[in-house]
């Protein structure tokens, strides 16, 4: 009798959700077999990825014809990449580790400031925009809101927003007793920002156990479901 690839996917469905479920009575083997399952499925995928979309496209294809028309231009222009990737393998030997200093002081460098630009443009700007529109009477107009709540709505999100950044800021004086303290405005703000951090990462938490919870029914469900074709 041929077995089905649905059976079969359920049952490993099944396996992979009671090891997991296990550690509810603590960590023990199974969870462990799991886990190095699911570490070991991940890291083969990533390879596969950065191999056949990383490496094959953007450095031994283009080198193919470098290497076949001899060309100097061609050769400039894969030079720079090549010699990065050849670096960064080089942190395998451990006299030769020192070379991929090159290759990751770039790449930190560039991720760095990746970083910084989209949280500029994608966090910290957005952000200002947002909460000047809480003030534009055209957009609360078109949102069929008054002009009291306008100013409510704004004035709320305004101050969530410096007494949070407020909260976050470090500078502070030195004492006569060598204890360092923020000036009393931005030590009320930054109390006041604290309320809202609390409530953003509560309603956060909420959405987590939420999400978790949903996931949980799911695969109780996804158990249920399996027993039953045998039954």
């Given amino acids: 009798m041929a077995i089905s690839p649905d059976l079969i996917s359920?049952?490993?469905?099944?396996?992979?959700?009671?090891?997991?479920?296990?550690?509810?009575?603590?960590?023990?083997?199974?969870?462990?077999?799991?886990?190095?399952?699911?570490?070991?499925?991940?890291?083969?995928?990533?390879?596969?990825?950065?191999?056949?979309?990383?490496?094959?496209?953007?450095?031994?294809?283009?080198?193919?014809?470098?290497?076949?028309?001899?060309?100097?231009?061609?050769?400039?222009?894969?030079?720079a990449p090549l010699l990065g990737s050849i670096f960064v393998?080089?942190?395998?030997?451990?006299?030769?580790?020192?070379?991929?200093?090159?290759?990751?002081?770039y790449l930190v460098g560039v991720g760095a400031a990746v970083t910084v630009a989209g949280a500029l443009i994608g966090t910290l700007i957005p952000q200002v925009q947002a909460t000047i529109e809480f003030f534009d009477?055209?957009?609360?107009?078109?949102?069929?809101?008054?002009?009291?709540?306008?100013?409510?709505?704004?004035?709320?999100?305004?101050?969530?927003?410096?007494?949070?950044?407020?909260?976050?800021?470090?500078?502070?004086?030195?004492?006569?007793d060598g204890s360092m303290r923020r000036l009393p405005p931005i030590e009320i703000l930054a109390w006041i920002g604290r309320i809202f951090i609390g409530i953003t990462l509560g309603a956060v938490f909420a959405g987590v156990y939420a999400a978790a919870l949903t996931a949980l029914i799911e695969r109780l469900s996804s158990l249920i479901n399996f027993i039953g074709l045998f039954s």
């Avoid at 393998?89 to 070379?99: D, E, M, N, V």
């Fill in 89 to 105: 393998f080089a942190k395998i030997s451990q006299r030769l580790s020192g070379l991929a200093r090159f290759s990751m002081a």
């Fill in 137 to 176: 009477p055209q957009i609360a107009a078109a949102r069929n809101i008054t002009t009291a709540e306008v100013i409510g709505n704004g004035a709320v999100i305004l101050l969530g927003v410096v007494t949070s950044l407020a909260y976050f800021h470090f500078g502070a004086r030195s004492k006569p």
């Fill in 10 to 79: 359920g049952a490993l469905s099944f396996l992979f959700t009671i090891l997991i479920l296990s550690y509810v009575i603590g960590d023990n083997p199974l969870f462990r077999v799991a886990v190095y399952m699911f570490v070991g499925v991940t890291s083969g995928y990533v390879a596969s990825v950065v191999i056949w979309q990383v490496l094959v496209p953007r450095l031994i294809t283009p080198l193919i014809p470098a290497v076949l028309s001899n060309s100097p231009m061609q050769w400039g222009m894969i030079a």
